[in-house]
């Protein structure tokens, strides 16, 4: 059946009834950060496009998330400049730019642990970073080292360098069981993850080479961690696959020195712009679950994007990784993170069967693109396909469908930027697992892009948007006989996120 033209209009397009609950979220002030580099911020936040909920930089753009590392109540965070957090709802930026100092080449993506056994000799719980230095020659592995807690670090040397090119993004963290360090780096253009251990992180040994076989051509950002399923904790490998934006996953067995996939590769999110995810290591043995953030972007346009504010380019919002035992194996379950709940302001409610064509939700007209919502719909195979339509507006918008007769899940971008990037257009579709009945949908939307959860997370879509600051409505659609729908929306108060104020103490 073809879809309706948006000219649907003046028809009773779909019967819901709707209603107002007062349950203001009481905002938690987030845990005091000294300000130890005087840094101050030079921006409100209110350039267009900008994320609002979002973690953005001051200034210096932010790419691949780098660095990033959980100690005494206080998550790390790094893109070579630097960010603090407590609750990772409200951050606390420390720095904007290259915190790396020294060392011959640019810096690329790397990570960042805390030497809590003194391991490499520069005291008990010194910081200490690893990452690429790039040449036009080749890419090698460095070591920085921190004096002030790691806010800035000093270049020691290089302990990997392998005369490659394409050699790069080293993940390090501790093996427990064997009581030493792990470092994966990647070679890309053989699509190869070289897995090497040190005892005192200044001599690293090869110990194997694990080839990626899933989809994709090029292969950087590994991270290597464990993931909760129930009572018990699975490896998990992620890779970031090509220039179009892929991230995928394996589950599989890891005794220190071999990673071994158990299971196909698949993706982690199925929409256009998700990239170089990592989590964060944990240094007080606190987390019980892997937490992760991604470059919400991707190398087919990202130095084409608009660039209103200082610092272009954002995060994720932090999502929980964890797994679900099937039968053929463990699937990635993706919950967005439960601190930006306390963000939300008064619900609206709302019930009913959709009707063919468009509505507004009653009650809900938001005036920018700041909120949240759930909708559960109730369909049968005699239901036509149904969903929302997300930055309506000036004759644009981004239409989210799903056809029950197929299954098929579908976002089309080729009309929602009010700005003309190249090769930035295009339609992503996936076949959705459902019981036949039931569809749940979970979407964050901020400013410039939008996070879609589905089913519980067990499958998510991030795309970048761009839409005008006029172009923020909503409406429900239903093509044909529509489902039984419940919603919930939330808008966002995101007051404070990204420039909370530092103590002077």
Not at 29 to 50: C, F, H, Q, V, W
Not at 81 to 106: I, K
Not at 476 to 481: A, C, D, N
Request: glycine residues 10%; negative net charge.
């Amino acid at each position: 059946m073809k879809c309706l033209k948006h000219i649907a209009i003046g028809i009773t397009l779909m019967v819901l009834t709707a209603s107002f609950v007062s349950c203001t979220a009481q905002v938690e002030a987030p845990k005091e950060i000294p300000n130890d580099t005087g840094y101050e911020l030079r921006s409100d936040y209110t350039e267009k496009y900008r994320p609002q909920y979002h973690y953005s930089s001051d200034q210096r753009g932010v790419g691949d998330p780098v660095g990033l590392y959980y100690k005494d109540g206080i998550y790390h965070m790094y893109w070579w400049g630097e960010t603090l957090s407590s609750d990772l709802v409200y951050y606390a930026q420390q720095s904007p730019s290259n915190v790396l100092r020294g060392g011959h080449g640019a810096k690329f993506s790397g990570s960042t642990i805390v030497d809590f056994n003194n391991s490499a000799g520069f005291g008990e719980n010194t910081v200490i970073t690893f990452c690429t230095l790039f040449t036009p020659e080749k890419e090698t592995q460095a070591m920085f080292v921190s004096n002030d807690g790691g806010h800035s670090f000093e270049y020691v040397k290089t302990v990997i360098d392998e005369n490659r090119p394409n050699q790069r993004d080293p993940d390090v963290f501790w093996y427990e069981e064997g009581q030493h360090w792990v470092m994966l780096t990647t070679n890309c253009p053989e699509e190869e993850v070289l897995i090497y251990t040190s005892e005192n992180l200044h001599d690293w040994t090869k110990q194997s080479v694990m080839y990626h076989d899933g989809a994709g051509n090029w292969s950087e950002c590994p991270n290597l961690f464990k993931a909760r399923c129930g009572n018990e904790y699975k490896w998990m490998m992620l890779l970031s696959v090509g220039d179009d934006g892929m991230q995928q996953y394996a589950v599989g067995d890891f005794d220190g020195k071999t990673f071994v996939p158990t299971q196909p590769w698949k993706m982690v999110d199925k929409g256009a712009d998700f990239y170089a995810m990592r989590m964060f290591r944990d240094f007080s043995g606190e987390l019980t679950d892997a937490v992760a953030v991604s470059w919400v972007s991707t190398w087919l346009y990202s130095r084409r994007l608009p660039a209103t504010w200082r610092g272009k380019g954002f995060w994720s919002i932090p999502r929980i990784m964890g797994l679900e035992k099937t039968a053929e194996g463990y699937d990635l379950v993706q919950q967005p993170w439960p601190g930006l709940e306390k963000l939300r302001g008064e619900v609206v409610r709302g019930r009913g069967r959709m009707k063919t064509g468009y509505v507004q939700p009653e009650g809900f007209a938001p005036e920018r693109n700041v909120y949240e919502i759930e909708m559960d719909f109730r369909f049968d195979e005699n239901d036509g396909p149904f969903g929302l339509d997300l930055c309506v507006g000036e004759g644009r918008r981004l239409p989210v469908r799903f056809d029950p007769a197929t299954g098929i899940f579908t976002v089309d971008r080729t009309n929602c930027a009010d700005v003309e990037i190249e090769k930035f257009p295009m339609v992503k579709s996936e076949k959705i697992a459902t019981d036949g009945k039931n569809l749940q949908m979970r979407i964050f939307v901020d400013q410039s892009s939008v996070e879609i959860f589905l089913q519980g997370g067990r499958h998510s879509f991030s795309f970048l948007t761009y839409p005008s600051e006029n172009q923020c409505g909503l409406e429900f659609y239903s093509e044909g006989k529509g489902p039984k729908c419940s919603y919930r929306i939330w808008p966002l108060d995101p007051s404070g996120i990204n420039r909370i104020s530092l103590s002077d103490s």
